[in-house]
């Protein structure tokens, strides 16, 4: 009698379903960075792989933790539904109770197989409720990957994950390279602090070419502290991006671009809305802030003027963005199709150009490889 066979995977499974995850190192880096987010964390720690000195990658986070049933639907399960789960909120631990819940990043649990990148297996050691589990988590052969309870200790006190590597195989990428990356995208909330290598991220980890501060002007209430902040790249999602309010060092609501520019051009799905963030800094906004702090009064004349003046400036920036955009969108065109062009008569080529401006002005979110279409076919 024949045995049933459950299903099997292929070796190369993993690498499929999880891509950029695993194979990226700014990608893997950011998705734990994510995680500890999502669970909370006010405090990471990331010890950053160095082949020569023989240190190993681990990443230290204080958020909640997880308990064996937690861990097992969180890491088994291989496609997660985090929202279906867990919702798009997560509470705070008792400790910071008054800060309400925060927005998460995670949706679909890939972003739990980012440690894959700095090795094959890692180890996962997670607290809360007096238990502490650790468990070894490998790549596998016949099933996407295979997961071990290694120990188990009771009495521990507090909360929080630990993922570490068990080689120290080096990445492509320094340990200040990763202090950028992570700066570009999780420095929005002050109360959030990651460290690498003992050396907290700031904005002195982003590139000047990256970073814009100017004084906002929000005359008689005060002056605001606007810093525009570039990724380079645009990211899959827009939850790290859009404009976050800080006062007195607090993060005010959720950062986003809702209210911004009526929605018409940073509505979440242009390039723009997924590659920028902007942080506003507003101490004298304290009186408008909503006892919970998710939002400021709306009937607040302060907060009116402010957000007036703060968007109009984010708008110039933009504009200065786009133009740059434009301009190299317009060369490559030309230079793509200038041999083409040349065979027009003078007449037809000042009109070709003229076409080619009006369609990459016209339409700023159109990409480059559009516009050469478009052109071509004119």
Known sequence: ?????????????????????????????????????????????????????????????????????????????????????????????EELKDFGPCRTYGRNGRGRHAAFRFSDPYIVRTWRDNTELTYEVSRGTTTAFNIALATTRKGIQGHGTEISATTCDGVNMTAEEAREVVGTRFLADPNFKVSIDGTRVTFDDIQALRLKEVEVDATPFGEA???????????????????????????????????????????????????????????????????????????SEAWRATRTAVHDAIDRLLATFTAERRREAKKSVREKLGQTVSLLPPVGRDRWGEFVDQVVDSCPSINTDEVEQVARIL
């Open 1 to 93: 009698m024949a045995t049933k066979q459950g299903i099997l995977f292929d070796e190369r499974f993993l690498d499929r379903h999880a891509g950029a995850i695993i194979t990226d190192t700014a990608v893997a880096v950011v998705e734990l960075v994510a995680n500890a987010w999502d669970a909370y964390a006010s405090e990471v720690e990331i010890s950053w792989p160095n082949r020569n000195s023989g240190a190993r990658f681990s990443i230290f986070d204080n958020g909640k933790g997880m308990t064996a049933a937690m861990f097992d639907r969180r890491w088994r399960i291989l496609d997660y539904n985090r929202l279906a789960e867990e919702g798009s909120q997560v509470d705070p631990p």
């Open 225 to 299: 502290h606007l810093v525009m902040i570039d990724t380079v790249r645009a990211d899959r999602t827009t939850r790290q991006h859009g404009i976050a309010w800080r006062v007195n060092s607090r993060l005010v609501g959720t950062p986003g671009w809702v209210g911004f520019n009526d929605e018409r051009i940073l509505d979440g799905r242009t390039t723009q809305a997924k590659r920028f963030q902007f942080i506003v800094e507003a101490d004298f906004l304290a009186e408008a802030v909503l006892p919970d702090w998710s939002a400021f009064a709306q009937d």
